[in-house]
């Protein structure tokens, strides 16, 4: 058999442009299945982790996805607020280690503002428990002297070129956007941006972030939604008020130990007084994946017809070659090879070229992987772990394997056709 | 004579009561009673395109195999071997000259001349036995057959058709093999050169003691052969596969 493998390796090499242009196909369509799948991957995983290191999102009663869907993701509304009392008592509980309130409600052209405390940048946690991260500026300080101050998500500084030391408006109301309906502006109580957040990625690129108290101070002068005519309270006076929450959207909770979690949960849920929910953001973040994960099924199926052109594309160039090919064979009979050395000079061929799309394949996506996922954490907050194929990767490659294997069957099973039927002469 | 080659003493080739028909075919192709070489004989087969001599070559190579009857190549009948060892024999006991296209393009001259050993266990042990490595027979052979250094290291589709049928038939002969089949291997070259090939390589059987059956349809080259035979006469067979 030696001897036709060396042979196999000499005729490859006679036909090198042809082959390399197959070996290539093959190669970008490996690349683009394994890249899909791990884009894929990449993506449910970050999806996963929008919120990490939380172990309870609390909110009104009302369904899981729901509360996830306003409190995390800054989608739809909440119906109802949460008592200031009922946040206190929470944070109480023994087994609470931190509470991060949040309060919704406001926008600014089109992006959400989310009243918090300083905590929120301490405890919010996104992918495999990374921390929010400052690319300008710092946190919004305590009360009295930050009552006015906000940071930007990355999103928002992008978007509008924002930078520490800007003056921004913060409008009434949560629906519209620059160009949507307008609701009335905050115009009298302007904020000072003082930091700007790296990109994460999660809905808190596109936030804008105050303290609690600033959500209060807006409001002072305001009733059922709009302004109390004839009231007007000055910036420079609402320090004189209490700027105390009475109530807000929803609360991050921390445990000091996850096994409490569960008790925790049935405790918030059947808490005296106030109707609450208590929910696992891990757990409804994959509920609400399996609704929104079909579209990655979809990618994955079209770059699995990829891989299906491609190794039709080597079949057929191989195919295509046996007739050119058809005398060489007939001199390695008479020279005596036999009809299952023929078979296996052209199987091994095929596989050969299979395999060597398949490395370079993974050659490209690594290279592509090195190259792109800085850019796409910057860009996308999407982060590409480089690192060793994963088991579902092999799963796949062994697949493509599997399939360029089948592939090459057919051109050593025509070659074995015509070894059988042309003998020692060329009968075309 | 030089050295016996395998099966001196018996018949090059005899084939008895030979029938054979091609799957799907009607009427059989080829029907000959008796036909012998003796070990060493060159033959001259002639036979026009149609006569069946592609088939016969292909019987005697052990390609295909008869309906009835019984082809033994020194000494060894081809029907008692699987399918696996008559390829194994061939590498070891014939070799073939084609009329074009004989070498693998890709090959230098040389390699296109050790292809044949690298097939054939016993041509390598032929070689050994007689004292020579296969790089140095190989390179007898070519100066024996006209052909420099220089284009012995060529690939092979670089050659002149000439120099390519040269080439052909030192693989051929490389490692001693009891007889040579050649397939109308002049028929590609200029009618002046045709003459000087077929001396060439009755030469060179006649040097290795091969029996040499040489098949053609032009009566003018059969003049140094041992023996002349039509496959016409010797062919009973009614009617004949056109283009066979």
Not at chain 1, 182 to 200: C, E, M, N, Q, S
Not at chain 1, 353 to 378: D, E
Not at chain 2, 146 to 172: H, I
């Amino acid at each position: 058999m030696t001897p036709m493998l060396a042979l196999s390796l000499r005729s490859i090499g006679n036909r090198r442009l042809s082959v390399a242009l197959t070996v290539i196909a093959v190669a970008l369509s490996v690349a683009l299945l394994l890249g899909v799948e791990r884009l894929r991957n990449d993506a449910r995983e970050g999806f996963a982790q929008t919120i990490s290191g939380t172990d309870l999102v609390v909110g009104a009663r009302g369904g899981a996805v729901q509360l996830l869907l306003y409190s995390v993701f800054h989608i739809g509304n909440a119906s109802n607020n949460v008592s200031w009392q009922s946040m206190q008592r929470i944070a109480a509980l023994p087994q609470v280690k931190w509470l991060v309130p949040i309060s919704l409600g406001d926008s600014h052209r089109g992006m959400r503002v989310v009243g918090t405390t300083a905590d929120f940048f301490a405890h919010y946690r996104h992918g495999a428990g990374r921390a929010l991260a400052f690319a300008q500026g710092r946190a919004f300080a305590a009360v009295p002297d930050g009552i006015f101050e906000a940071v930007v998500g990355a999103e928002v500084a992008a978007r509008f070129g924002y930078r520490p030391g800007q003056r921004i408006v913060l409008s009434h109301g949560s629906l519209g956007g620059e160009g949507g309906p307008r609701f009335a502006d905050h115009a009298d109580k302007p904020f000072t941006i003082v930091g700007a957040l790296a990109r994460t990625g999660t809905p808190v690129d596109r936030s804008v972030l105050v303290g609690l108290e600033g959500i209060e101070a807006i409001h002072i002068d305001w009733h059922g939604g709009a302004p109390i005519p004839g009231l007007s309270i000055a910036p420079e006076q609402v320090r004189k008020f209490d700027l105390s929450p009475k109530s807000v959207t929803a609360a991050l909770v921390g445990l000091d130990s996850r096994i409490a979690v569960f008790r925790v949960q049935r405790q918030i849920n059947t808490m005296a007084g106030e109707p609450l929910t208590a929910i696992l953001p891990g757990a409804t973040l994959q509920e609400l994946w399996s609704l929104v994960g079909m579209a990655e099924r979809a990618l994955l199926a079209v770059s699995a017809l990829v891989v299906a052109v491609g190794l039709a594309g080597l079949v057929a160039v191989v195919v295509a070659s046996l007739g050119e090919r058809r005398r060489e064979l007939a001199i390695l009979r008479a020279l005596g090879a036999s009809p299952l050395q023929i078979f296996a000079l052209l199987a091994f061929e095929s596989l050969l070229l299979s395999l060597a799309g398949i490395v370079l394949g993974l050659g490209l996506l690594y290279g592509a992987v090195a190259v792109a996922a800085p850019w796409l954490a910057a860009q996308y907050g999407l982060n590409l772990v480089p690192g060793w194929p994963s088991a579902g990767e092999w799963r796949l490659l062994g697949v493509v394997l599997g399939a360029s294997l089948a592939a090459s069957l057919v051109p050593a099973w025509r070659a074995y056709r015509y070894s059988l039927a042309d003998g020692l002469t060329i009968r075309i | 004579m030089p050295e016996a080659s395998p099966g001196a003493d018996c018949a090059a080739v005899a084939v008895g009561g030979l029938r054979y028909r091609w799957p799907k075919a009607d009427v059989d192709c080829l029907a000959i009673d008796d036909l012998t070489l003796a070990a060493g004989e060159r033959v001259f087969l002639r036979g026009p395109s149609g006569s069946g001599k592609t088939t016969l070559l292909s019987l005697v190579g052990g390609v295909i195999q008869p309906q009835a009857g019984g082809i033994c190549v020194a000494g060894q009948p081809l029907s008692r071997l699987s399918a696996g060892a008559r390829d194994r024999f061939r590498a070891d006991n014939i070799g073939f000259v084609f009329q074009l296209f004989n070498l693998l393009p890709y090959l230098s001259a040389r390699d296109n001349i050790l292809l044949a050993c690298r097939f054939s266990a016993a041509r390598r042990a032929r070689l050994r036995a007689a004292g020579v490595t296969a790089q140095a027979e190989a390179g007898r052979l070519a100066a024996r057959l006209d052909l420099d250094a220089e284009a012995l290291e060529r690939p092979a589709a670089e050659l002149s058709v000439g120099q390519q049928q040269r080439v052909a038939a030192a693989r051929a002969l490389i490692g001693r093999p009891g007889l040579i089949i050649a397939d109308e291997p002049t028929s590609a070259l200029d009618a002046d050169r045709q003459q000087a090939f077929v001396d060439l390589l009755l030469g060179e059987c006649a040097a290795s003691g091969a029996a040499l059956l040489f098949v053609s349809h032009d009566l003018r080259l059969a003049a140094h052969f041992d023996r002349v035979l039509d496959l016409a006469q010797i062919n009973h067979a009614t009617a004949v596969e056109a283009g066979a």
